[in-house]
């Protein structure tokens, strides 16, 4: 698993750093994203412990129209937690970025992705024998990721990094039999690098 996440890290990080394009207008494409994130098993806005459980996040993203108001992003979250586990998440997100006043903007998401989340403890599972320790092996689960936010983005033609806020709203589903689809949030807090041409 640490090999995978090496690995992926190490692609967005190229991606980024060689890739990087600019446009005619005001957004420079493949930046590095770069985040920390906070993760609880939630409703929107209910989750009392905002600032807990703590993650990090890395990727990137490409304009679709050469401006910086419609964006893909493609992100890879690692986020850990104690009660109900950790987890890996691997999403995209078309993203609508209007300006708000000056140079900053807000950001509206939604996408697709996959959470691979970990147990936080030994899980059993009922045998003819009685019950048998399966460990603490995670499981796969299709998610749907929506959020909003905003950020800070002067563009400049050398160096120049975009702070942002993010709330996101996630839904996995095939959480268990009983539970079929379950909410949780990520708060991000972060920063776009774009790098000089």
Known sequence: MKSVILSLASFFLVISTKAQSVSTDNHRNFPL????????????FKNKKLFSNIGI??????????????VQQFKLSWYGNKRVGGGLLIHSQTVWRPDLFSDTFGEVKLGVGYLFA?????????????WTNVGKKGKGMFV??????FGYDTFDESLYV???ANYQ??????????VPVVPFTLMEIGSRIHFED
């Open 57 to 70: 996040g890395i990727g990137t993203e490409v304009s679709h129209s050469g401006n910086r108001d419609w």
């Open 118 to 130: 970990k147990r936080p403890v030994d899980s059993f599972k009922p045998t003819s024998d009685g």
């Open 162 to 164: 975009s702070p942002y």
């Open 169 to 178: 709203f996630i839904l996995a589903t095939n959480y268990n039999t009983s």
């Open 144 to 149: 749907i990721p929506a959020g909003i936010g």
């Open 33 to 44: 994203m770069v985040s920390i994130e906070f993760h609880s098993l939630s409703l929107p």
